[in-house]
């Protein structure tokens, strides 16, 4: 008791900030209870709409973590050894994407009770039971990986076996690397595939979703570990990471993004511009969507514009990438348009009626979809849980091992150009 | 493999460690492997449902069905027969009427059930194998499996399953008007739809009768009809009714183009007919 008082005396705001994310996380809770009592009646979910802010939230945080296969890719892969340093983040924000997955889809499914069901009844045809395995599988990866970090943690240092323990653990740590890659590469983009597989739904039913949603978690993956790293780097007034490499993260980050817009413009181009060809239901289904929905600002405003090209210019500009405050706009905006992308994709397929017999889609109305305050709750205490656990490893365990002072790392940069002037 | 080695050292890996990593592969592999031949060991691993109806062991029936829209007349004692015998609430129907229109704007009442797909989209989805097409062409559901996820749902094309968003404490109205419930509420949580009254085929069968023939081994919505726009049968068997109509009249099933095989057929309706009341 008397050590946290201490603590709070220490270090007064990161323990308000700590407080204020018990208030969300108790709102969680008393939500989730609601829930696993009483069911899904209490969301806002229909037979119309099955899927909505909960399976937004487990794509989104799935998605987020996929800064750390791109990363393992580049240290273990590669070898491009100067990514290190963030290599830790990364699999942090990886482990802590993929836990937030399982919390709200424990909460999504029906019987959170049975759900270990997949890996004890096998349909291998079935892409969510591929995902549910790559993703417990990813998940344990990401527990080995994020290990050595914890047993390397100062308070820990007393017992010699532990840290044996991590360094024998990260001996493996490049198998583990390519293992998770293999992993994340077949789960990122079966996500995708869950949605254009599924033959009798005109807007979903595409050969580009997997394709999507792998490109855009790789840009936004990476943005989110790049972001985090630069406010907690501004927090403590350190350099996390070497400024150069946060600058080369942008970087990639931001071809990522470009990659992904590009291959995002032709697939609308492919169907809604020149798809006079396809079939009449697709062509009405999208017709409805503009139409009744929102879709098109949505889509046009937010995925393209706000949230796609501006933060690939801030990443890819160098006057401007060299601008930190400006990078964290950029990575913030990155990350929304990755949310805003599974929204819409969730929710488009979902709210047009389909026309099981000709005429039969006039019937029916086009879906609504609004969250119930309990589905904002859950998802609300999801993400004070992310921000928690995050802000805690970083206090507590050197996730960033190699961080140095801001002003000496400035000043051996004033330093070296000086010299190149001279 | 080159890639694998460089990286290796570059990580401080020798090659022993890539090795022996290799090696340890090896051993899980061969264990798995002794695992599959041995009966013992592979009576542990449940054995995954069939999914497709190429996977699927044809049985000696293909129950199917046949809706005459032609005749309907849309009075929906199907769907009320449906809801009292499967029990099954307003919000829920396994069985639903609609009144359509066809392409010339004639009105006709269409009533849409389970398809039945010998290639189900839903079964291919479902991620624990809780749904599947039985040998007969049959598509249930195992509620004790079930976990859920509904996406079985988002793949359905055509509207046919419905979820148990809340624990059900209801009268059901229809009763005993329309029937008398034959099978259990499903509980929260999970998926239902419509079964082609799979219990009164099953019983029916062991006690010598023939579904589509005898009542008691006929879905509820087949027997109600009061205009006989519904028939039920083995579309194995060719000199079922079913069999007979389809040999005889034009018929069609919905949305044949997605490649699903539904067990349900519809004669198209009379459009002039419906005018001419």
Redesign the interface.
Known sequence: MKRIVNFIKEAPLFSAWIGFLLIPMAFGLYAGVQVLM????LTD????V??GLWITVDLSSIASGGGAFILSAFV??L?L?RYRPIARAAVLVGFLGYTSAMLALLM????PD??W??V??????????E??WCVLLYASVLTLEMLPTVLDAPFLARHKWLVKLGHTLH?????LA?FGLGLSLLHQSSLGA??G?????PI?FKPTMSVLFILSAAAGGLALTMTVTIIVGRLAGKHMVPPKLIRELAQVAGFAMLAYLYLKIWDWASIAYYGHNL?ADRVEAFSLLSSSTPYDVTFWWGEVLLCGLIPAIIFLWPALRRDEGMLIVGGILAVAGLVIMRWNVTLS??VIP?D?????AD?FPVATYNPTAIEWMVTGGIVAYWLMAFSLAVKFLPIYPEAAEREVAEEKVAATAAQKVA | MT??T???Q????TRR?VLG?MGLTGLVGAIAAIFGRIPFLRSLI?A??P??RSETERGEHHWGMVIDLSRCIGCEYCVYACQAVNDVPD??RWNVH??????AGDIFH?T?NCMHCQEA?CV???????TYVREDGIVVMDYD???????C???????A???????RDDVNPYEPTWGVAEIERRP????EKCTFCVHRIDAGLERGMIPGVHREATPACVNICPVEARFFGDLNDPESTVSQILASRPTIR??E????EPSVYYIPPDGEERLDP
């Not at chain 1, 979910?45 to 119309?48: E, F, K, M, T, W």
């Not at chain 2, 499996?145 to 996406?151: A, D, F, K, L, N």
């Open positions: 009483k069911g899904l009646v979910l229909s037979d119309r099955p899927w273990y892969l070898g050894k999504d499914i029906g019987r049975r759900f069901h997949p004890v009844f096998w349909n291998v045809h079935s892409l969510l039971w995902i549910t001996k493996f740590a490049p198998v390519v869950t949605y597989v599924l033959v009798g739904r979903w079939p397929g979902a389909m099981w017999s000709p005429g039969v019937i | 890639t694998h460089e990286s290796g570059a990580t401080g890996m460690d990593i449940p995954p449902r999914a497709t919000d829920m609609v009144i359509d229109r066809t392409a269409l849409r989209p291919m989805v479902c991620p624990v194998g809780a499996v079930c976990i859920g996820c509904r996406y749902q988002a793949a359905c094309p055509y509207d399953r419905h979820f148990n968003w809340k624990a929260r949580g999970v998926m919905l949305r183009e997605l490649g699903t």
